[in-house]
Structure formats: structure tokens, C-alpha cells
């Protein structure tokens, strides 16, 4: 089965760049999402289709997946950016999720 | 506003069943797939099924691949997930979500309903 490997911890200083790796095989061959999880909330989804924001995500969010990995870069990182961040990406018709990366802002 | 409402969740015992609902409101339900995705208390999300806007093609995660069913009713707006044979694993938290772009397959899963609490336990 087809698997995303994520690190489990970054950290960032605020004002900062955080980048958050997803790696697989060939990954850069499907569209990869990612999504921002805060502690007691659902998911929300910060880029798809690799480098898309959807509307109401802000600018310092961005993608790119090229190879065997998906970056997702948070940009000037705030402290409202300290969450869970996963990846997402299909293998055929079966959905896959990395293991998600606990950004800390400190 | 898009809105996504679970229900049906509980406790039950291992080899039980539940069925959960997704009620979906605020867009064209026919015009997007729909998801289910799990996560175990403290740990990372788990897609576990998926169908298409006709019902017509579904998946499900190995995990879960004969014993739980998902469908659709296009006419009530609804999603469903019939979970059969229940382990102690199952337990989590299961989120309903939608496709972000209507006719697609590959474009994320937006929004997101807020989650309904499946417990299995002896």
C-alpha cells in the first residue's frame, strides 16, 4: 500500500519560514493536499492540487510537490499557525494520509 | 453557509454495528463526492471511504473493506457509513467531508463536518 511519510515535529520561531516535507513514491506524479489541524477542531484544508490556497487561506501558505516529495511552506509564521499538518494524496481510488507534523511556533 | 452534520455515533460493544449519517446543506449535493475519514483519539487522520456523486463508484481503506459500507441519497442531502463487525480499533472520532471542487475526485476534502464519536469497548 502507498504511504506518506511526514516528520513529526517542526518548529519555527514567529516571523519566521516553517517548511513541512511529504514524502512517497513518485508523489510528485498526484495532486497532494494539506491540511491545518488545531487541537479540538476538525480539519481544514490549507492547499490542494499541489499549490492551490482555497478562498480564506491566507498568502503565507504555499505548496509544491515535485519528485518524490510535497513541501508545504508557511511563510512570516504566526502563532495562530501552531496545529497539526497533514498531507493527503490518492493511490488509485484510495485516499492516504501522512502521518502529520506538529508545528510549534516558539 | 456549507454545512456538514454527523450523527450516529456511540458505544458499542466489538462485533456490534452503527450506521452514521451526514446531513449536507448550503451546496448541490449531487454535484461532489463525499468522504469519510477517522481519527483515533491523539493520533493522525485515516481515510476510510469515499463515493462519488451518483454512488456509482465507491472505496474503502483496506482496514475497514468488507465490513463497513458507504452510500449516498441525493433526494435527502445525506451521507452514510454502515459499520459492520466492529473491533476494538474502529474507535475514533469519524468526520464526513466533501470534495472542494464539485465534478472532481483529486482536489481535497472541504469542508469538513465536525465529527461524530464511535466508541468500541467490551
Known amino acids: 500500500s502507498y504511504e506518506l511519510t511526514q516528520p513529526p515535529s517542526v518548529s519555527v520561531s514567529p516571523g519566521q519560514t516553517a517548511t513541512i516535507t511529504c514524502s512517497g513514491d513518485k508523489l510528485g506524479n498526484r495532486y497532494t493536499s494539506w491540511y491545518q489541524q488545531k487541537p479540538g477542531q476538525s480539519p481544514i484544508l490549507v492547499i490542494y492540487h499541489d499549490a492551490k490556497r482555497p478562498s480564506g487561506i491566507p498568502e503565507r501558505f504555499s505548496g509544491f510537490n515535485s519528485g518524490n516529495t510535497a513541501t508545504l511552506t508557511i511563510s512570516g509564521t504566526q502563532a495562530l499557525d501552531e496545529a497539526d499538518y497533514y498531507c493527503q494524496a490518492w493511490d488509485s481510488s484510495l485516499g492516504v494520509f501522512g502521518g502529520g507534523t506538529k508545528l510549534t511556533v516558539l | 453557509e456549507v454545512q456538514l452534520v454527523e450523527s450516529g455515533g456511540g458505544v458499542v460493544r466489538p462485533g456490534g454495528s452503527l450506521r452514521l449519517s451526514c446531513a449536507a446543506s448550503g451546496f448541490i449535493f449531487d454535484d461532489f463526492a463525499m468522504r469519510w475519514v477517522r481519527q483515533a483519539p491523539g493520533k493522525g487522520l485515516e481515510w476510510v471511504s469515499g463515493?462519488?456523486?451518483?454512488?456509482?463508484?465507491?472505496g474503502y481503506a483496506d482496514s475497514v473493506k468488507g465490513r463497513f459500507t458507504i452510500s449516498r441519497d441525493n433526494a435527502k442531502n445525506s451521507l452514510y457509513l454502515q459499520m459492520n463487525s466492529l473491533r476494538v480499533e474502529d474507535t475514533a472520532f469519524y468526520y464526513c467531508a466533501r470534495e472542494n471542487l464539485e465534478y472532481s475526485s483529486s482536489s481535497g476534502f472541504d469542508p469538513w463536518g465536525q465529527g461524530t464519536l464511535v466508541t468500541v469497548s467490551s
Open positions: 463515493i462519488n456523486w451518483n454512488g456509482g463508484s465507491t
